[in-house]
């Protein structure tokens, strides 16, 4: 089955204790990307990466990183996590970036930093 | 920098159209979605338009795209109560960023 897969799904963790959520894709899809949601704020792109070892900024990358090193997995890395990243976060992924090409989405991890 | 705008709530009756409305400042969009957010679930694209088109439809759903005032609007007939979650419009552009925007989100609630 075709899908994307996010680890944990909820997180409790305390300010400054770095912490990692997997996201991994079965498709062999190109693109990956980081979003977070907020309430009343949509979905802000936090990184994008086109392939392995590509990846770039998106509208709020801050507090944040990633890494691209195998085509399947796309990990989200808080250094120092900070109470105003406490979000519902979603890992998405498609073949390529054109506009044919779906983005499937992972089924969320809630992240609430103390 | 770029921006998508949605009304943040609409209620209608079952069996009535619903209409959510979008707009965006990004001349450069290229490729227009829409996506649909249930309780608890990820996001599921529901239809996507080019922007050198004006209409697409795709069974209940019919998109309209008026470029020139930047406004992408999602008419569901015959809303269902199954139709009840958040719609967020999206878009992207072909100026090589590979970003995509996402609206606030509209969230449809169905009445019986």
């Known amino acids: 089955e075709a899908q994307v897969t996010q680890n944990p799904r909820y997180l409790i963790t305390v300010t400054g204790k770095k912490l990692t959520v997997t996201c991994s894709q079965n498709?062999?899809?190109?693109?990956m990307s980081w979003y977070r949601q907020d309430p009343g704020l949509g979905l802000r792109q936090i990184y994008y990466s086109m392939n392995v070892e590509v990846t770039d900024k998106g509208d709020v990358p801050e507090g944040y990183k990633v890494s691209r090193k195998e085509k399947r997995n796309f990990p989200l890395i808080l250094e120092s996590p900070s109470p105003n990243q406490t979000s519902l976060y979603f890992c998405?992924?498609?073949?390529?970036?054109?506009?044919?090409?779906?983005?499937?989405f992972g089924a969320g991890t809630r992240l609430s930093v103390l | 920098g770029e921006d998508v705008e949605q009304s943040l709530f609409l209620s209608v009756r079952e069996g009535d159209s619903s209409v959510i409305n979008c707009t965006y400042t990004?001349?450069?969009?290229?490729?227009l979605y829409w996506y649909k957010q249930e309780p608890g679930a990820g996001l599921q694209l529901l239809t996507y338009?080019?922007?050198?088109?004006d209409m697409k439809q795709d069974q209940r759903l019919t998109v309209l795209l008026n470029k020139k005032d930047k406004h992408l609007s999602l008419r569901i007939a015959d809303t269902q109560t199954g139709d009840s979650a958040i719609y967020f419009c999206?878009?992207?552009?072909?100026?090589?960023?590979?970003?995509?925007?996402f609206g606030t989100g509209t969230r449809l609630k169905v009445l019986a």
């Open positions: 498709m062999n899809h190109e693109y």
């Open positions: 998405a992924s498609s073949l390529s970036t054109g506009s044919e090409d779906i983005q499937y």
């Open positions: 338009i080019f922007s050198n088109m």
């Open positions: 990004d001349s450069s969009s290229t490729y």
């Open positions: 999206a878009e992207t552009s072909s100026s090589g960023t590979y970003k995509y925007i």
